[in-house]
Structures are given as structure tokens and as C-alpha cells.
């Protein structure tokens, strides 16, 4: 039977061996809290922009959109404030972004490109944290699930635009 504690070892190291170095990962979550890897092998991810985000959870309270997001994607996703208002980042397979057909919808991150991708423990600011942590190796959204969102926020982004 396993523990938190040491489920939380094993997605650290499955995370940190998207870095051809695992080592320094584990040694950037020790010192920095955020290690950067880099992205298109074991997980990929999709830019998801906050208010479009808000727009569709109706609500920019971080514990009702970390509830929402985890039902509705089921999956791993990290926020990150540092761009204006904040960014959250969804994982998905890494080979998804080798095929990834929405640009004009959301933008993803796969072959060169890296992300900050929090410590496990990390699950509030400040700082990049985990909305959604990861509960088991491999636990990623489902893309057709982010799209569906992100078009879902900007219609209503649209919408509350309109006079």
C-alpha cells in the first residue's frame, strides 16, 4: 500500500525524468521550489490564459477554479503568474504536441520549449504552482477537453464584452 508520501516520490521522479538530467531537476525543486523542463517527450502542454480560464469556471477564486479544472479535465495543471493575470498550463502526452491542430485555439508547448514545472508540494502561491497536481505517473488532460474550454471561455469573454 503506498503513502502519499511516497506516491508523491514516484510522480517526482516520473516529472523529473522528462530532464535529461533528472538529478538537476530534483536539485532545482530543492533550492528554486520550480525546476525547468524541458517539454515534447513525456508531457507536453497547452497555454490556457487566465480570464479565459475564469471566463468559463466563472470565477477566478483559486479554490472553485482548481475545482473546476479538476472535474472538468481530470488531469495535471500547473499556474504561473508571472505574465499579466497568470497563465495555467495543462499537460498533455508529449506526442500530442508533435500533432496539435489548434493553434488558432491555444497554444502548445511541446519540443523545444520548457516550462517551470513546480515541486509536488507546491499547490499555492506565491509563485508557479500545481490547480491541479498530478495524482499518479502519467496523469495529463485530455486535449479535445482544453480546447473544448478554451473556446467555451472566449465565446464568453466575447459575450460579456458585447453592449
Known amino acids: ?73 481530470g488531469g495535471s495543471i500547473i499556474f504561473d503568474r508571472r505574465c499579466a493575470g497568470g497563465t495555467y498550463y495543462a499537460l498533455i502526452q508529449g506526442h500530442a504536441g508533435l500533432v496539435w491542430a489548434y493553434e488558432e485555439v491555444a497554444t502548445c508547448l511541446g519540443h523545444g520549449t520548457y516550462l517551470g514545472v513546480p515541486r509536488i508540494d507546491r499547490q499555492q502561491p506565491p509563485g508557479t504552482y500545481w490547480v491541479v497536481p498530478p495524482r499518479y505517473e502519467g496523469d495529463l488532460c485530455t486535449p479535445r477537453l482544453i480546447v473544448d474550454l478554451v473556446k467555451a471561455g472566449r465565446i464568453r469573454l466575447s459575450e460579456q464584452a458585447e453592449p
Not at 38 to 64: C, I, K, Q, T, Y
Open 1 to 73: 500500500m503506498y503513502t502519499q508520501e511516497g506516491l508523491d516520490r514516484e510522480i517526482a521522479e516520473w516529472l523529473s525524468r522528462e530532464h535529461p538530467m533528472p538529478t538537476q531537476a530534483q536539485m532545482e525543486w530543492a533550492t528554486q521550489g520550480v525546476a525547468l523542463l524541458p517539454l515534447g517527450n513525456r508531457f507536453a502542454a497547452v497555454r490556457m490564459p487566465s480570464d479565459v480560464v475564469h471566463a468559463v469556471a466563472e470565477s477566478d477564486d483559486r479554490g472553485d477554479v482548481a475545482v473546476f479544472l479538476g472535474e472538468l479535465l
